[in-house]
Structures are given as structure tokens and as C-alpha cells.
């Protein structure tokens, strides 16, 4: 069996593979790097797929926190596990939007879930899960129900800036304007949604678009990002993990190269 992990800034994520390269279960923990929630990913997957740290034959540790887990057989880095997980979980990808909790991925690929060429926007929150998490606590409402509240929009406004310390002032002086809240909440979806539109533009991105991480679950950033890039996106299964994910493929890849050595 082999293991991947996935330490994140604000969530773990474990994944196991059997023999045969078949996914037998992931793990998602809302606690990332500082934390030691890879720990109870590790023993929630572990739980999920039957087995002990004993069945585990070889570990890829991947994500900010990566260095962090000492027990892994190696560590390879997050862009390169969320292409080869992606190229696991859905044919054909060519391009990954990948919104975390506090960066932002657009990762081009060659086929085979190889990395063509990849941006990142991780030096502000503008684009990331934290920016929803701050116009939800600005609207009164909790981040699973923003999208629920935007889709109940029926007049699309524009959140003008994207740095979240005055985006949040911006909407705040919008609801005391008598703007609606439904409005605003598909605004702030629609304010992500271009600055990713911005970050595919700058390496080319092509038209078959997977979305992954947290924000993925978001149905009406979805919709957003969508109708801003003009194509489909698909949301892969375990969008949360694929970076878990691809990380144990490797694991398995690099276990059976070095055993036919």
C-alpha cells in the first residue's frame, strides 16, 4: 500500500493506494502546517482503507508542510502532485485552478500530467478561500451558505478592488448604500473569478479546465470562474486531495521503478 500526504497552510490531506493503483481512501482534516492534523489524516485514511502504518510501503510528502512529516520516503513538490493527482482522477486535463485557503493555483499541463508551465498567487489573499472567508463574516453568514446566498443574486455588482483589507471595507460601505447582500456575496464570487480569469491569461491556459481545493465546492465560484474563462469546468472527485493523491501515485511509481532496479 502507499501513502501520500498533502500538508497544506490550512488543511491535511492523506491518500492510499493498493497494489493494483486503485485509490482505497482519502482523509481531509481543516488544520494544516503548525498543526499536527497530517497525523489524523494519516490515521483517518489508514482507518478508512483497513490498514496499519505497518502496510504502508513507501510515503510521498508533498504541500507547504511537507518537511514537516519525517517519516516520508520523499517529498516532492505541491505543483508537480497536483498535476500527476489530477491526471489520476480525470482524463484529459489541460489545465488546474487549484483555490486553497491561503494561495491560488493555475497550473498548465503537457499530457500525462506533466507541468507545462504554472502561476501562483501567494503573497495576498485576494483569490483564496481566506477571501471568502472574510465576505462571509462581512454578510453575517457562514462560508458554506456565501454560495447559496449568491445564487440568490439577481442584480450582478462589481467588487472594484482585490486586496481582501479593502475589498471588506468596499463592502461594507455597499450594504450601508442599501445594497443586497445576495448581490454583494456574487460580486465577491465574480471579483475571484476575474483575478483567476487574469492568472490563466498569463500562461495560456487551454479549455479543459479542472478545478480543485476547497473553493471547488463552492458551486457558485464555479458558475463564476466558468462563464469569466467561456468553458466548462470540471470538479474532479476528492478536489480537496488531488495534491494526497497524486502524491501516492508517485509513491507508487517510485516504490515499483526502484523495485525493478
Same mark, same amino acid.
Given at each position: 500500500?502507499?501513502?501520500?500526504? #498533502? *500538508? =497544506?497552510?490550512?488543511?491535511? %490531506?492523506?491518500?492510499? $493506494? /493498493?497494489?493494483?493503483? @486503485?485509490?482505497?481512501?482519502?482523509?481531509?482534516?481543516?488544520?494544516?502546517?503548525?498543526?499536527?492534523?497530517?497525523?489524523?489524516?494519516?490515521?483517518?485514511?489508514?482507518?478508512?482503507?483497513?490498514?496499519?502504518?505497518?502496510?504502508?510501503?513507501?510515503?510521498?510528502?508533498?504541500?507547504?508542510?511537507?518537511?514537516?512529516?519525517?517519516?516520508?520516503?520523499?517529498?516532492?513538490?505541491?505543483?508537480?502532485?497536483?498535476?500527476?493527482?489530477?491526471?489520476?482522477?480525470?482524463?484529459?486535463?489541460?489545465?488546474?485552478? #487549484? *483555490? =486553497?485557503?491561503?494561495?491560488? %493555483?493555475?497550473?498548465? $499541463? /503537457?499530457?500525462?500530467? @506533466?507541468?507545462?508551465?504554472?502561476?501562483?498567487?501567494?503573497?495576498?489573499?485576494?483569490?483564496?478561500?481566506?477571501?471568502?472567508?472574510?465576505?462571509?463574516?462581512?454578510?453575517?453568514?457562514?462560508?458554506?451558505?456565501?454560495?447559496?446566498?449568491?445564487?440568490?443574486?439577481?442584480?450582478?455588482?462589481?467588487?472594484?478592488?482585490?486586496?481582501?483589507?479593502?475589498?471588506?471595507?468596499?463592502?461594507?460601505?455597499?450594504?450601508?448604500?442599501?445594497?443586497?447582500?445576495?448581490?454583494?456575496?456574487?460580486?465577491?464570487?465574480?471579483?475571484i473569478a476575474k483575478r483567476i480569469m487574469g492568472m490563466?491569461?498569463?500562461?495560456?491556459?487551454?479549455?479543459?479546465?479542472?478545478?480543485?481545493?476547497?473553493?471547488?465546492l463552492n458551486s457558485n465560484m464555479v458558475d463564476a470562474?466558468?462563464?469569466?474563462?467561456?468553458?466548462?469546468?470540471?470538479?474532479?472527485?476528492?478536489?480537496?486531495?488531488?495534491?494526497?493523491?497524486?502524491?501516492?501515485?508517485?509513491?507508487?511509481?517510485?516504490?515499483?521503478?526502484?523495485?525493478?532496479?
Amino acid at each position: 500500500m502507499f501513502l501520500g500526504i #498533502d *500538508i =497544506g497552510s490550512s488543511s491535511s %490531506k492523506a491518500a492510499v $493506494l /493498493n497494489e493494483q493503483k @486503485q485509490l482505497t481512501a482519502v482523509a481531509v482534516i481543516n488544520l494544516g502546517t503548525g498543526t499536527n492534523a497530517y497525523e489524523k489524516a494519516i490515521a483517518a485514511a489508514l482507518t478508512e482503507a483497513e490498514l496499519t502504518a505497518a502496510d504502508i510501503k513507501y510515503t510521498v510528502a508533498t504541500g507547504y508542510g511537507r518537511v514537516n512529516y519525517k517519516d516520508a520516503d520523499k517529498q516532492i513538490t505541491e505543483i508537480t502532485c497536483h498535476a500527476k493527482g489530477v491526471d489520476f482522477l480525470t482524463d484529459d486535463a489541460q489545465t488546474i485552478v #487549484d *483555490i =486553497g485557503g491561503q494561495d491560488a %493555483k493555475v497550473i498548465k $499541463l /503537457n499530457g500525462g500530467g @506533466q507541468v507545462a508551465n504554472f502561476v501562483m498567487n501567494e503573497k495576498c489573499a485576494a483569490g483564496t478561500g481566506r477571501f471568502l472567508e472574510v465576505m462571509a463574516r462581512v454578510l453575517g453568514c457562514s462560508l458554506s451558505d456565501l454560495s447559496n446566498l449568491a445564487d440568490r443574486s439577481t442584480v450582478e455588482i462589481s467588487i472594484s478592488n482585490v486586496c481582501t483589507v479593502f475589498a471588506e471595507s468596499e463592502v461594507i460601505s455597499r450594504l450601508a448604500a442599501g445594497e443586497k447582500i445576495e448581490d454583494v456575496a456574487r460580486g465577491a464570487h465574480v471579483a475571484i473569478a476575474k483575478r483567476i480569469m487574469g492568472m490563466c491569461s498569463r500562461i495560456g491556459y487551454k479549455s479543459k479546465v479542472v478545478m480543485t481545493g476547497g473553493v471547488a465546492l463552492n458551486s457558485n465560484m464555479v458558475d463564476a470562474l466558468s462563464k469569466e474563462l467561456e468553458c466548462l469546468i470540471e470538479v474532479v472527485p476528492h478536489c480537496q486531495a488531488a495534491g494526497a493523491v497524486g502524491a501516492a501515485v508517485f509513491a507508487h511509481e517510485i516504490y515499483n521503478k526502484e523495485k525493478d532496479i
